[in-house]
């Protein structure tokens, strides 16, 4: 008989691929030790140009509007910069089409929250547009292959824009500042990315991972669910950014596998900490804005330098990052956004591996097990 229809290994194999054992897994020694490990980026060059492609990005946007007539949407347009992030490891014809692709779901990511509060919409509408987004950015990741850093960018864009819309103009005003630094995006992009074009000839990197599209429907629904929870605990808590927490939550639930998934909590909550400690130290500072604008475009650059090695370390400088875009979008919430950063994301990351292992599939369980299994 074949080894696979060995019913003493098929029975092995359920009894290893029930929740429990998985949770027990994901727990395990092996597990925490796997979430500290260094790795090493596919390319260490392509990531440093791509931190200098974003970093370039988000400096342009900053500074062409701060001078321009409209510098109180300096942050938007720094979201939509943020574009430059995406096909680092695409051929150079085809860069440029998902760089624009990105910089306009950026947009629509700004754009949905912002006309949910025009209307009037009360907070669980508000949370509802978010996970919405959230849930149609993991399927727009999928279905157009834009890759790393996936939704979770889309999703920061939409939290920047869930505070309070007075009037439509305000809407458009947004709209049009991430439009403009999705544009800065691409001449960035445009004008550097011959730099990667010795690097592209040698890389050869794994072919991707592609689910069915039912599975993938299945994953969307999944974090459009956790993501309004999140969303909706954080607010029911009190806490001033809700949409931190949904963002926790998809950044976990991006993970392919269990095991990876697992990492990616431990390493966002770490990571988290470490980065809100150095923003408040900055912050307690009064820095100028072109201060801010300094440590955004470095610690920019360095997040993606860094994050291939470890999630961790990616977290430590995205984090600070993170905080002081929002800090130049609204400066009045300083004193409580390092501390509630934490809480949203320690939220977020929680409920995210909870949902990956209540929701998971027979053959996720099974992948792990066996994971586990050729490890020892």
């Not at 001078?67 to 943020?82: E, I, R």
């Not at 439009?179 to 001449?187: D, E, M, R, S």
Request: aromatic fraction near 10%.
């Amino acid at each position: 008989m074949p080894e696979q229809d060995d019913p003493a290994k098929k029975s092995r194999r359920r009894r290893g691929a029930s929740r429990g054992a998985s949770a027990r897994h994901l727990v395990s020694p092996a597990q925490w030790a796997e979430s500290v490990a260094l790795g090493a980026p596919p390319s260490l060059r392509i990531f440093t140009i791509a931190g200098f492609q974003a970093a370039l990005a988000v400096l342009l946007a900053l500074v062409a509007t701060h001078f321009s007539p409209w510098p109180q949407w300096v942050g938007f347009a720094s979201l939509g910069a943020l574009a430059a992030l995406f096909g680092r490891f695409a051929p150079m014809e085809r860069r440029v089409r998902i760089v624009v692709i990105c910089a306009l779901l950026l947009a629509l990511g700004v754009l949905v929250p912002s006309l949910a509060s025009w209307a009037g919409a009360p907070p669980w509408m508000m949370v509802l547009a978010l996970a919405v987004v959230a849930g149609m950015s993991t399927v727009a990741v999928s279905w157009w292959s834009l890759g790393g850093p996936g939704a979770v960018i889309l999703v920061f864009a939409a939290g920047a824009a869930y505070s309070p819309v007075g009037s439509g103009a305000e809407v458009l005003a947004r709209l049009l500042a991430t439009l403009a630094g999705g544009v800065v995006a691409v001449l960035a992009c445009l004008l550097t990315d011959r730099w990667r074009a010795p690097e592209l000839k040698t890389l050869r990197l794994p072919p991707a991972h592609v689910a069915p599209w039912s599975h993938q429907w299945i994953a969307a629904a999944r974090i459009t669910a956790c993501t309004a929870l999140a969303a909706w605990i954080a607010f029911m808590a009190g806490w001033q950014h809700p949409a931190w927490a949904a963002i926790g939550a998809v950044s976990v639930l991006q993970g392919g596998h269990l095991h990876i998934t697992m990492n990616r909590a431990l390493q966002r909550m770490v990571g988290t900490i470490v980065g809100s400690f150095l923003v408040w130290a900055m912050l307690a500072q009064q820095p100028s804005f072109w201060a801010v604008v300094v440590a955004i475009v470095v610690f920019q650059f360095l997040t993606e330098v860094i994050i291939g090695y470890n999630y961790a370390l990616g977290q430590i400088t995205v984090t600070p990052m993170a905080l002081l875009m929002t800090y130049l979008a609204s400066p009045a919430a300083v004193q409580s956004m390092p501390v509630e950063r934490v809480l949203d994301t320690i939220l977020g990351a929680v409920l995210g591996i909870v949902f990956a292992v209540v929701f998971s599939s027979v053959d996720d369980r099974i992948f792990l097990h066996e994971y586990r299994s050729q490890a020892r």
